[in-house]
């Protein structure tokens, strides 16, 4: 079924100013202006993400019926030389945490969507029969995807440009674990993902297998030779920085200064850093060098579109089980694959992220529901009889690569833990809930928050539950320019200025990987929203947008149902002190907890509850959100 | 002299684009791919490479256009393109073993690179000084470097 789009010449620079509509259910499509004023309000990427989310979707719906809605979104900046620049945001209502679902994506599907003409996709409804979109330039087609169930997301992009016969379409995939409504399904592109909150499962609901695009028109922009200039010295400037996640590692190179700063989580996050052993992390940490690992295993860094850095580094494995593996890792797979799961041996957790990317789930998520799992087994909670034969012993890496396409499959003990560590420890009980290790049903990224309690606090304020991306706060706590033990006034505005700032890279769809790169961030990211649009910005407008979009979300969530006890974390943040290592004794106390949310709520200009004022959001220019919610 | 042409370093080339982007704002003042004069390659999942003319000795392009619309300046040896006379057959594009030509998805003519008046900018802009001019001597010289350098006993 195809429909022709009539052009709509909107003459905008660094935007489209166009937003396509896809109603599966009805069969049929439109295109809506976006006007001036939300492009002001909410500059792009997660701002008209949510922004479009709150509009579209019917309050309190069932994430996974036909009434959720899939926002997709690009930011002005896509197509452009800007470091960094090629993400693009999936929203929709998150079967994971039934808040806001929010998952960044990066690569070459966002520059094609942009080419192709618009800023903004939504998707409504549910499909008769699989389906996929197609999008070329101005004609939108749902096609039949009956031949792509059950392919993996590699197969089912490939399979697909080939049908089309063009490498430039770029195709954004869901595979079997999105298709079975894993819960922490991703979305996957050009072997990137959109992985956290479960965007893929939402997709399979719709049954929508991918959505490939083809762009041809180009991107133009108010001053292009400054901006090529300026852009050039960027690249300069990434490129003498930090080499870690430059040339020579990509984020494994982080794993080093997180175990040496007794962040890095172990065994279901029971210990913290040190971590006895002899593989990647060998028993005196001192010892593992950035070198060691990369004589041994990294061979290549390769890039998103418009991306000096390349953090992405293949791993080649010359020897053992899983001989001749190429594929990448970084550190939140060694965490949640790796130490997480007492798992060690180096080339099993390439295995491991190799087979949820291809099988499209969350890697953090199905790490932490299996390091939980484990943990259920070690305590006796879970025997042979409930793993299907499956001994789920930590340190067992057999058993892991047993257990994913298990969990992406729903077969057996899998189906369990395909609902995420939240619905799973509800289920079995027996106490497991106390090392449940989620916020908001989000399962932990890699870091032990006993010992860094202002991350403890981001984890559990995020809108989109237990993310280190939405506020960052464990840079400054590991590297010592926050003092992590310590519970004080003030940590909740940092928290909140964190995240103001952060949520500007969402808006902008900046890589985060590229803070470092701005000196001045507001004042820089405003010049160069102007070079590209023409528009005015100035760095407090910007920083404004970062707070409008931050309480645009927890009004959402607001909506949804939030209360301030869903800002929480699970037991053992509070009950188990970190039993060893250079942090040995940390937890978080009720009180000190209490305390931070506190601080933060008030920081924020919102009432004791967590929820924000009317005068909060009439100044934030959300007076038609604070009417909705009944502020 | 030998003529330069644009050469890309396999074990450095990222496969960004930012040589696309680059090159397609330079020569037509808007980000597009389909526009750029160097194109890049990825195959999943380490290689990368990105390609423009390579300026042959005895072009194919050349002498399959059956207009005339194409010839090679003798001095840099680069192909240049007489629009007027293009008239979008693609011959020269079939005749290309290196994919370096490409038809102008709104002209409807052929873009080869030109080299930028030998200043290219996609080599100025290449984050990880993947990208570099040398002749074919040169191109064979660090060939042979590295092959002694890693596959000869010493």
Not at chain 1, 19 to 28: G, N, S
Not at chain 1, 490 to 507: C, Q, Y
């Amino acid at each position: 079924m195809k429909f022709r789009q009539s052009a709509m010449d909107t003459n905008m620079l660094g935007y489209s100013g166009r937003m396509l509509i896809v109603d599966l259910t009805q069969e049929k499509t439109k295109i809506e202006e976006i006007p001036e004023l939300i492009r002001k309000k909410f500059i792009g990427g997660n701002g008209f993400g949510i922004r479009f989310l709150y509009e579209h979707q019917k309050p309190r719906i069932d994430p996974l019926s036909s009434d959720n809605v899939l926002v997709f979104a690009v930011g002005p900046f896509c197509g452009t030389v800007i470091p960094c620049s090629a993400k693009y945001v999936i929203q929709a209502k998150s079967p994971l945490t039934g808040f806001q679902g929010e998952s960044v994506g990066s690569s070459f599907w966002s520059l094609a969507f942009r080419r192709a003409g618009y800023d903004v996709l939504v998707i409504k409804g549910r499909a008769k029969k699989p389906t996929y979109l197609f999008i070329d330039d101005d004609i939108v087609e749902l096609r039949d995807a009956k031949q792509l169930m059950g392919k993996d997301c590699w197969e089912t992009e490939s399979i697909i440009r080939e049908t089309i016969g063009d490498e430039n379409v770029r195709v954004a995939a869901i595979g079997p674990a999105g298709e079975n409504l894993v819960r922490f399904a991703c979305v996957a592109s050009d072997h990137r993902h959109a992985g956290r909150t479960g965007m893929g499962a939402v997709m399979g609901s719709k049954q929508i297998k991918a959505v490939a695009v083809r762009g041809s028109k180009t991107v133009e922009v108010a001053k292009i030779d400054e901006l090529l200039d300026l852009c050039n010295g960027y690249y300069k400037k990434v490129m003498s920085q930090n080499p870690f996640v430059t040339r020579d590692m990509g984020t494994i190179g982080t794993a080093i200064p997180n175990l040496l700063g007794y962040a890095t989580p172990i065994r279901n996050f029971q210990s913290a850093g040190a971590f006895e052993g002899e593989e990647f992390i060998s028993e005196d940490i001192r010892n593992i060098s950035i070198k060691w690992l990369k004589e041994r295993y990294v061979h290549k860094g390769i890039a998103c579109a418009s991306c000096p850095i390349a953090c992405e580094h293949i791993d080649f494995i010359k020897e053992g089980p899983y001989k001749d593996l190429a594929y990448k890792t970084g550190y939140q797979a060694m965490c949640a694959l790796g130490s997480n799961c007492g798992i060690r041996y180096f080339p099993a957790i390439v295995k491991a992220e190799q087979l949820c990317d291809m099988l499209g789930m969350d890697l953090i998520s199905t790490g932490v529901v299996i390091a939980w799992a484990m943990e259920c087994f070690e305590k006796g909670i879970l025997t042979l009889k409930d793993t299907d034969g499956i001994d789920l012993s930590f340190g067992n890496h057999e058993a892991l690569i047993e257990m994913i396409p298990k969990i992406a499959r729903r077969e057996g003990s899998g189906d369990i833990l395909a609902e995420g560590v939240g619905r799973a420890s509800e289920k079995i009980g027996k106490g497991s809930k106390h090392f449940a290790m989620h916020s908001k049903c989000l399962e932990f990224p890699g870091f032990d928050v006993r010992g860094l309690k202002a991350t403890a606090l981001s984890f559990a304020v995020s809108t989109r539950g237990a993310c280190h991306m939405r506020a960052s706060v464990y840079e400054p706590e590991i590297e010592g320019r926050l003092d992590r033990f310590r519970v004080e006034k003030g940590r909740g505005g940092f928290v909140a200025e964190k995240e103001n700032s952060l949520t500007i890279f969402d808006t902008l769809m900046l890589c985060k990987f590229s803070v470092t790169t701005w000196t001045d961030v507001y004042n820089e990211l405003a010049h160069l929203y102007t070079l590209v649009t023409g528009m005015p910005l100035t760095a407090k407008e910007l920083r404004t947008v970062g707070e409008r979009i931050w309480n645009m979300e927890k009004a959402y969530n607001i909506r949804e149902g939030w209360t301030r006890k869903d800002d929480s974390l699970p037991p053992r943040v509070f009950k188990d002190p970190i039993p060893d290592g250079g942090a040995k004794g940390s937890h978080l106390t009720e009180d000190e907890f209490n305390f931070l949310l506190n601080d933060y709520y008030t920081a924020r200009g919102w009432t004791k509850d967590g929820i924000p004022t009317k005068k909060k959001l009439i100044e934030l220019g959300l007076k038609d959100v604070a009417t909705e919610i009944g502020v | 002299m030998q003529p330069r042409f644009v050469v890309s370093n396999l074990e450095e080339c990222t496969g960004c684009q930012i040589c696309e982007y680059v090159c397609s704002a330079v020569k037509e003042k808007g980000f597009n791919p389909l526009l750029s004069r160097i194109r890049t390659v990825r195959i999943e999942p380490t290689f990368n490479i990105a390609v423009a003319c390579r300026l042959c000795e005895d072009p194919p392009c050349v002498a399959a256009c059956p207009t005339k619309a194409l010839s090679r300046e003798e001095k840099t040896g680069i192909i240049r393109v007489e629009e007027d006379k293009c008239n979008g057959c693609a011959w020269c594009i079939e005749t290309c073993d290196f994919g370096s030509i490409m038809l102008h998805p709104v002209k409807k003519t052929v873009v080869i690179c030109d080299l930028c008046d030998g200043d290219p900018k996609c080599i100025s802009h290449c984050p990880r000084e993947a990208l570099y001019l040398a002749t074919s001597e040169e191109t064979s010289q660090k060939a042979r470097k590295k092959m002694a350098k890693t596959d000869m006993p010493r």
